[in-house]
Structure formats: C-alpha cells, structure tokens
C-alpha cells in the first residue's frame, strides 16, 4: 500500500493547448475549494516549471457552466505565496522560529501534548476546528484520528461563531443535526431570504454558483426574492422587495409570521401534517406573537408581516434564514421558527419549498440510525457553561487557558486546527494574552498568523493545488445534488504532507500506534457500519469490500466506500454500472445528479415523525420574552457583521489580487446615526463595546438601517510577530471581534452574538 501517493496532473488533465497558450502546458479541471459554490475550474499549468499560467470557468463543468468569482485566483496565490509554510516551523527559546522535520515535529508534539495529559488528566488539552476544515475532505474525515487519541471534552469550533444553532434546531426537529433543507431555487416562485447575502456568499447552505443568475431567474419567472435584514445588501439590490429588520429580533418576527399563519387560516402543513407532532404546542406560542405586539421590537410594520405572509401562501414558495439569523441573541429559535414556517406553509420537502439533498455518499439516506440529541454532560471549569453535543462556545477558549479563572484545573496544551481565532472568535485581544499562558501550543496551518504566533509548533499541510479533493460538505448543501472530486495539480514536494496524514500521524502518535493501522481501522470501522446484513449491501462483508477499495491510504478509500454503498453507488457489484471512484474520477467535469427531490420524508428521517415543538428549543421562549422589551429601546446602537466578495474570513487578505483596492474594513452607518454624532464618509472613528474598542473609517450611508452598524471580520492584521506582509500592507483593516462579547450567548446553542452587539460610535 502507498502512502500519500500523489495523483499526477495527468489523471485528470487535458494535454492540450488553448489560444495564447504553449502546447507544453496542461489544463486540469478541479473544482474551486475556496467557498461553498465548488465551481469547476480550467486551471491551466506548466507541469515542468510548476507554475499556474491561467485559471478559468470551466464551461463543460455540469455544475458552474463556466462561471467563477474573483475568489477562483485564490487557489493559485496561495500555492504561490512565498509567506507560506511549507516545513514545520518549531519556536526557539528566545522566541524565533527554526524549520524542522516531520519526523522530529510530530514526535515533540506528541511528546509533549501526552506529558500534559499525563500530568494533568486528558482534559488539560483542548483543541480548536476553524472552518477552513469543511473546505478539505481530508481534514473532515480525519479530525477524529486526532479528537479520540486526545480523549479531552475541551472541544472547540468555528461553528459556534456560525451555523451551529442551525445543527441544533435541526436535530431537535428532525433528528438529524447536518440534514439542511435546501431553497428549490429552480422551482421555486417566493424565495424569502433572512439574515443572508447569498449574492456575495454564493449561497450559504444553499450552495450553488452564480447565484445571482439563479434569483434572477426566479424573478424573470415572475416571482419574488425578498430579502430581510438590517444592511439593504448587495443580494436585496436584486430582490424584489428588501424589509429592514432590528438584529436578534429575528425570532419574534418568525412567531408574528406563525400567528398571522395561525389566525388568518393559512397554516396548512398538507402531508406533513401526518408525521408531524407539535402543531398545535406551536398555535399556542405563536398566540401571544401578533404582529403589532413585536412591531416595535422587530421595526416592521404589521400589515407589512400580514401581507408578506399572504403572498407567500399564495405562491410556491421557500423560506430561508442563514448567518444573521444564528449569531444572534435567539439563534437557535430563530433557526427553529424557519423550520416551523416551511412546515406550517406544507413548503418543507415539497416542490419549490426546501428540500434535502441527496449526496453520492449517502448521508440522508433512509434506515440510518438517530444520533440522540445530548447536553449538558459536562461544563467548562471557569463559568459552568454547559456542553451542547460535544460543543463548547469557542468564546470561552479564554477563560479555560487563564489559571485566574480556571485555576489548577486550566488548559494547558491546546491544537488549533486550519484557524485564527484571534481574529475569529470572540475578544481576540483577552484570547491572544490566554495563548501566552498554555504549557504548550501546536498549530495545523499553512500560516505564521495572528494565532499561530502564539504556538510552540506549527504544522504546514499541503494546499488545494497539491492535494485531491472531494466536495463532501457541499454535497449536503447543494442546491442541486452533483458529486465532484478534484485531482492535484501538482504533486507535493516528497516532504510536505496532506492535512489529513497530519492528522492521523499525529492521532496515532498520541495513541501510540503506527499511523497505518488507525487509517486502516478506519475504514474498516466505517465499512463494519455500511456493509453487512442489515445494510444495503446485505451479501458484502467488510472485508470483502476492504479488498475492494483502492490500494492507498488517505480520505478517498473512505469516501469510495461510501460512494459505493451509496443512492447511486455500485454496492461492491463488479457487474452493476452504478457509480465508484474510478466512474467519479473519470467525470473531469463532475457529475450532475438531478434536481431535488420532493417527499423525500419521513422515509428519509432518522426518527418516525417531525418534532416541531421540541422541549429543548422551546424552553428559551422565556429569555425571549424578556428580550422584547429590550429590542424595542430605540436609542440603541448595535453591530452586525458583513460579507465580501474578496474576502474569505481571514483567510484570503495575504493575497495580492484579493487584497488590491481600497481599505474594505470600513464602518457602514446611516445617514441619521452620522449626523447625530457628526460623522462623514472617510471620518474615522472609534467603535467600543462592553469588550473592546477599534478604530476604522466610516461610510455613511442609507444601505444600513436606522440604529445599526456593520463592520467586516477577518481583518486586524497589524499585531507583530506575524508572517502576513500583503495583509499587514494593504487590507489591515481592524478586528470586528475584539468587540464581540463573550459572555453575550443564544444559550441553547452556545453560539455567540455577533449580530446585535451594543456599541458607541464616536469621531476621533
Ligand atoms: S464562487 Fe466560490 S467556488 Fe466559485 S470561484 Fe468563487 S470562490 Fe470559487
């Protein structure tokens, strides 16, 4: 068995040449890694010089059609980027950085993270997922070599600064944390859009490229986009109709909408209604939710709500809420309440309404077994905040290193994994000063950052040019079901290594096993689950499916395995013509496997009947009570969040063609809130919160709603020590997230307030 062999470009490279290119060159069709779109990509290549010449929409690609944004270049400037890692780096005692071995690298971080554990219990270690993890199929398949060697309940993740209150709303509903309903974008006639900015995101769990194009569609059909949000986005500009909306009061608007379902006769679940438990819990909350009661809290008018429901009700539509709608006060309810209104209209799983995806490697398919919804089981040391389902706000990673407030029982070794969290998570600067604290700090990332300064160790993996891929998240996300995987481009250097080979030889390392061996007991787990008698390959035996599979450690003999007890999968068959890696590496330019499908439940739902009330959500419905007093003040001021079609987080600002242009950190405010405070477009100004204040330039402007501000994250790139020279030169903008605070939770969630955070705005 090889290890890590590389894929040759050839394997999925066209030796031709094109138009202004020398017959030398190659293009290789990959998919884009960068966002969630997985747009196909021509990315043309001298193979000798190991140089990318060009990258282009892919046209045959059956997914993007040729299009991509301006974040495609990505890919090539970061392989590129001469300020990237390529060998671990370990910190010597007077604080500068030598390169040094992987064999010398893995074995110290090991030594060193079993010493803690040791000395200390498996909790004094605690690891952090950024999200660039979700991007690499290798990462999401190999986190639990490294989370089950390490043993520790200190589990941190980007996720409880993002979607998590979505996975916690969906599992209580439907059993199932990752099974997100779908906009039917092709079909449908009424796409309501909260808390999102698909144009710029390409669709956050709605992924699909040019969406522009899709919502277009929708209106030259005759329909109707209408967006709700605090700042008129680039996504409202194209909408139908565009409501301004106060921040966290999200969720009282969505019990206005039930009430106004409710009271006006149009609550009519259809088919659902049969395997639905809970409507009637859910009349009864909504009663005390009339429009005019929340009218204040929320700033839209009531017979605005009653008309918006109306119209809905009359036409095929799909109710979606995304990113302002999670990181809020209520974003869990809020997420929930979207679920409530597409079952309450019949839109969930129906045609044109939200519909479930159907990956190639089977995860929504029927007869998989619950994973049961758990809280509670342990709580961090410093405040006590309860774990939900493993997680632990990553706001709280401070406080746990910081022996002033979890004293003997503090973290003292800590792993962040492809992160950067000083800039990402909540109160960067009390975080920053934590790190200084830790025993011992290792880093998987490509990076000399913000929070990779602090490590004692860092970890480089390949980049997307130098690895394969397979577009395994998004496949659950798609707005049309596609299965893609992407060869490298080029082959790694022989000492360089995958992310996902990190990971394991780390895992096994702390374990202490040969790497080999817990890659193969892997796969042979998984295929133990997905072959067998009860399975849908009955006659399989795992081991007969093992021999099977590629020769060749690394994520893609997992993924053959699930590919191919899949939908459309082969089920070990020699003789069947359903799909295998080889058919899925043949597909240069991705397969299409149809539009979404209706009626997919309940047969597609891991447990009997919908919970449309769960307990665990609607026991917050008394914080949110309270809250409505407070959304009603109208001389707060509060912060929301921004995304940008250059940016990527953190991570694309060390990008020349990305960071070129004007300063984007900028402070957008309305023209009202600017002239009671005296400001003007370019003034700076000073931002402060309960946590932290910043410094930035205005824009004034009417896209942002009376009493709300909105500032981009990602930015703060002027802390010394880092390896960032682009970044640090021409978009060094000023963190967002040393405003945010900590303490401020969705408390079923854990999931942090980003959106409608109270702040003063003040000219400098
Ligand atoms: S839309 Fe997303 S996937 Fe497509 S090119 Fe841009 S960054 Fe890449």
Redesign the pocket.
Same mark, same amino acid.
Request: charged letters at 25%; a negative charge.
């Given at each position: 068995m090889t290890a890590n062999a590389p894929t040759p470009p050839s394997a999925s490279a066209s030796p031709r040449s094109r138009s202004g290119s020398s017959a030398s060159t190659q293009i290789v069709h990959r998919? #884009?890694p960068? #966002?969630? *779109?997985? #747009?196909g %990509?021509d990315v043309e290549i001298d193979p000798v010089s190991r140089r990318v010449i060009r990258i282009e929409g892919d046209a045959q690609d059956q997914r993007?059609q040729g299009? %991509? #944004? $301006?974040? *495609?270049y *990505?890919m090539k400037e970061i392989y590129e980027d001469p300020e990237r890692l390529r060998r671990p780096l370990r910190k010597r005692e007077d604080g500068t950085w030598e390169e040094i071995d992987w064999e010398t690298a893995l074995d110290y971080a090991a030594a060193r993270l079993n010493a803690i554990k040791e000395a200390h219990g498996a909790n004094a270690n605690g690891f952090y997922i950024g999200n660039p993890t979700g991007h690499n199929v290798g990462g999401q398949l190999y986190l639990p070599a490294l989370i089950n060697a390490l043993g520790t309940q200190r589990s941190f993740s980007a996720g409880t600064m993002d979607q998590f209150p979505q996975n916690v709303a969906l599992h209580n509903v439907l059993g199932e944390p990752w099974m997100f309903p779908i906009p039917d974008l092709e079909r449908t006639d009424f796409f309501v859009c909260m808390g999102g900015n698909p144009l710029v995101s390409?669709g956050s769990l709605m992924s699909g $490229?040019n969406i522009k194009k899709r919502l277009q569609a929708i209106v030259s059909r005759g329909g109707r986009v209408v967006t709700i949000d605090p700042r008129r986005t680039e996504t409202a500009e194209i909408a139908t109709d565009h409501l301004f909306i106060q921040p966290g009061a999200d969720a009282h608007f969505l019990l206005s909408v039930c009430h106004v379902l409710f009271t006006e006769g149009l609550a009519k679940p259809g088919r659902l209604a049969g395997f639905t438990d809970g409507i009637e819990r859910v009349r009864e909350i909504a009663a005390r939710y009339s429009p005019e009661r929340v009218a204040a809290a929320t700033g839209i008018a009531p017979e605005t709500t009653r008309r918006l429901v109306r119209d809905f009700c009359a036409a095929k539509g799909a109710w979606y809420g995304r990113i302002g709608i999670c990181t809020q006060e209520f974003g869990t309810l809020a997420s929930w309440l979207v679920y409530v209104v597409n079952v309450l209209t019949g839109r969930l799983d129906a045609e044109g309404g939200m519909l479930f995806p159907r990956p190639a490697t089977g995860r929504s398919e029927p007869g998989r077994p619950a994973e049961p919804f758990v809280y509670g089981r342990y709580k961090t040391v410093a405040r006590g905040i309860p774990e939900v389902t493993g997680q632990i706000p990553c706001g709280l990673m401070a406080e746990e290193m910081e022996a002033a407030s979890a004293g003997e029982a503090r973290m003292r070794g800590f792993i962040t994994v492809m992160g950067n969290p000083v800039l990402s998570a909540p109160n960067g600067e009390r975080l920053a000063a934590a790190m200084d604290e830790l025993d011992f700090m290792v880093s998987l990332d490509i990076y000399l950052n913000e929070t990779t300064r602090h490590a004692d160790l860092i970890l480089p993996s390949t980049v997307q040019m130098e690895h394969e891929n397979y577009d395994f998240l998004f496949e659950t996300t798609s707005v049309r079901n596609f299965a893609r995987w992407s060869p490298a481009v080029f082959a790694p250097e022989a000492d360089q290594r995958d992310h996902w080979r990190i990971l394991v030889e780390l895992g096994a390392r702390i374990a202490g096993a040969p790497w080999e061996a817990v890659d193969d007991l892997m796969v042979k787990g998984l295929l133990a689950m997905i072959v067998g008698p009860g399975t849908r390959c009955p006659d399989v035996t795992p081991e007969e499916a093992f021999a099977k599979l590629e020769d060749r450690h690394g994520p893609m003999r997992m993924i053959e395995a699930l590919i191919r007890v899949g939908p459309y999968g082969d089920r070990f068959d020699d003789a069947s013509k359903g799909l295998n890696l080889a058919r899925l590496r043949a597909a240069e330019h991705g397969l299409d496997l149809g539009p979404l499908e209706a009626n997919r439940l309940p047969a597609a739902l891991p447990i009997p009947r919908i919970q449309l009330a769960p307990d665990y959500v609607v026991a917050d419905l008394d914080r949110l009570e309270q809250g409505l007093a407070e959304r009603s003040r109208a001389d707060r001021l509060v912060l929301v969040g921004r995304r940008q079609i250059r940016n990527m987080n953190s991570w694309l600002h060390n990008l020349p063609a990305l960071a070129k242009g004007p300063n984007r950190c900028t402070l957008l405010i309305h023209p009202d809130d600017a002239g009671k405070r005296g400001l003007e477009t370019g003034k700076r100004v000073r931002v402060a919160s309960r946590v932290g204040e910043i410094e930035v330039e205005c824009v004034v402007s009417d896209e942002m709603m009376p009493g709300v501000v909105s500032l981009p994250h990602g930015y703060g790139h002027q802390l010394p020590g880092v390896r960032l020279s682009v970044a640090q030169k021409q978009q060094p903008g000023a963190c967002s997230n040393y405003l945010t605070d900590e303490l401020a939770l969705d408390v079923p969630s854990g999931t942090h307030v980003a959106n409608g955070i109270p702040v003063e705005v003040r000219a400098l």
């Amino acid at each position: 068995m090889t290890a890590n062999a590389p894929t040759p470009p050839s394997a999925s490279a066209s030796p031709r040449s094109r138009s202004g290119s020398s017959a030398s060159t190659q293009i290789v069709h990959r998919s #884009c890694p960068t #966002c969630e *779109a997985s #747009c196909g %990509l021509d990315v043309e290549i001298d193979p000798v010089s190991r140089r990318v010449i060009r990258i282009e929409g892919d046209a045959q690609d059956q997914r993007s059609q040729g299009y %991509l #944004c $301006p974040k *495609a270049y *990505a890919m090539k400037e970061i392989y590129e980027d001469p300020e990237r890692l390529r060998r671990p780096l370990r910190k010597r005692e007077d604080g500068t950085w030598e390169e040094i071995d992987w064999e010398t690298a893995l074995d110290y971080a090991a030594a060193r993270l079993n010493a803690i554990k040791e000395a200390h219990g498996a909790n004094a270690n605690g690891f952090y997922i950024g999200n660039p993890t979700g991007h690499n199929v290798g990462g999401q398949l190999y986190l639990p070599a490294l989370i089950n060697a390490l043993g520790t309940q200190r589990s941190f993740s980007a996720g409880t600064m993002d979607q998590f209150p979505q996975n916690v709303a969906l599992h209580n509903v439907l059993g199932e944390p990752w099974m997100f309903p779908i906009p039917d974008l092709e079909r449908t006639d009424f796409f309501v859009c909260m808390g999102g900015n698909p144009l710029v995101s390409q669709g956050s769990l709605m992924s699909g $490229p040019n969406i522009k194009k899709r919502l277009q569609a929708i209106v030259s059909r005759g329909g109707r986009v209408v967006t709700i949000d605090p700042r008129r986005t680039e996504t409202a500009e194209i909408a139908t109709d565009h409501l301004f909306i106060q921040p966290g009061a999200d969720a009282h608007f969505l019990l206005s909408v039930c009430h106004v379902l409710f009271t006006e006769g149009l609550a009519k679940p259809g088919r659902l209604a049969g395997f639905t438990d809970g409507i009637e819990r859910v009349r009864e909350i909504a009663a005390r939710y009339s429009p005019e009661r929340v009218a204040a809290a929320t700033g839209i008018a009531p017979e605005t709500t009653r008309r918006l429901v109306r119209d809905f009700c009359a036409a095929k539509g799909a109710w979606y809420g995304r990113i302002g709608i999670c990181t809020q006060e209520f974003g869990t309810l809020a997420s929930w309440l979207v679920y409530v209104v597409n079952v309450l209209t019949g839109r969930l799983d129906a045609e044109g309404g939200m519909l479930f995806p159907r990956p190639a490697t089977g995860r929504s398919e029927p007869g998989r077994p619950a994973e049961p919804f758990v809280y509670g089981r342990y709580k961090t040391v410093a405040r006590g905040i309860p774990e939900v389902t493993g997680q632990i706000p990553c706001g709280l990673m401070a406080e746990e290193m910081e022996a002033a407030s979890a004293g003997e029982a503090r973290m003292r070794g800590f792993i962040t994994v492809m992160g950067n969290p000083v800039l990402s998570a909540p109160n960067g600067e009390r975080l920053a000063a934590a790190m200084d604290e830790l025993d011992f700090m290792v880093s998987l990332d490509i990076y000399l950052n913000e929070t990779t300064r602090h490590a004692d160790l860092i970890l480089p993996s390949t980049v997307q040019m130098e690895h394969e891929n397979y577009d395994f998240l998004f496949e659950t996300t798609s707005v049309r079901n596609f299965a893609r995987w992407s060869p490298a481009v080029f082959a790694p250097e022989a000492d360089q290594r995958d992310h996902w080979r990190i990971l394991v030889e780390l895992g096994a390392r702390i374990a202490g096993a040969p790497w080999e061996a817990v890659d193969d007991l892997m796969v042979k787990g998984l295929l133990a689950m997905i072959v067998g008698p009860g399975t849908r390959c009955p006659d399989v035996t795992p081991e007969e499916a093992f021999a099977k599979l590629e020769d060749r450690h690394g994520p893609m003999r997992m993924i053959e395995a699930l590919i191919r007890v899949g939908p459309y999968g082969d089920r070990f068959d020699d003789a069947s013509k359903g799909l295998n890696l080889a058919r899925l590496r043949a597909a240069e330019h991705g397969l299409d496997l149809g539009p979404l499908e209706a009626n997919r439940l309940p047969a597609a739902l891991p447990i009997p009947r919908i919970q449309l009330a769960p307990d665990y959500v609607v026991a917050d419905l008394d914080r949110l009570e309270q809250g409505l007093a407070e959304r009603s003040r109208a001389d707060r001021l509060v912060l929301v969040g921004r995304r940008q079609i250059r940016n990527m987080n953190s991570w694309l600002h060390n990008l020349p063609a990305l960071a070129k242009g004007p300063n984007r950190c900028t402070l957008l405010i309305h023209p009202d809130d600017a002239g009671k405070r005296g400001l003007e477009t370019g003034k700076r100004v000073r931002v402060a919160s309960r946590v932290g204040e910043i410094e930035v330039e205005c824009v004034v402007s009417d896209e942002m709603m009376p009493g709300v501000v909105s500032l981009p994250h990602g930015y703060g790139h002027q802390l010394p020590g880092v390896r960032l020279s682009v970044a640090q030169k021409q978009q060094p903008g000023a963190c967002s997230n040393y405003l945010t605070d900590e303490l401020a939770l969705d408390v079923p969630s854990g999931t942090h307030v980003a959106n409608g955070i109270p702040v003063e705005v003040r000219a400098l």
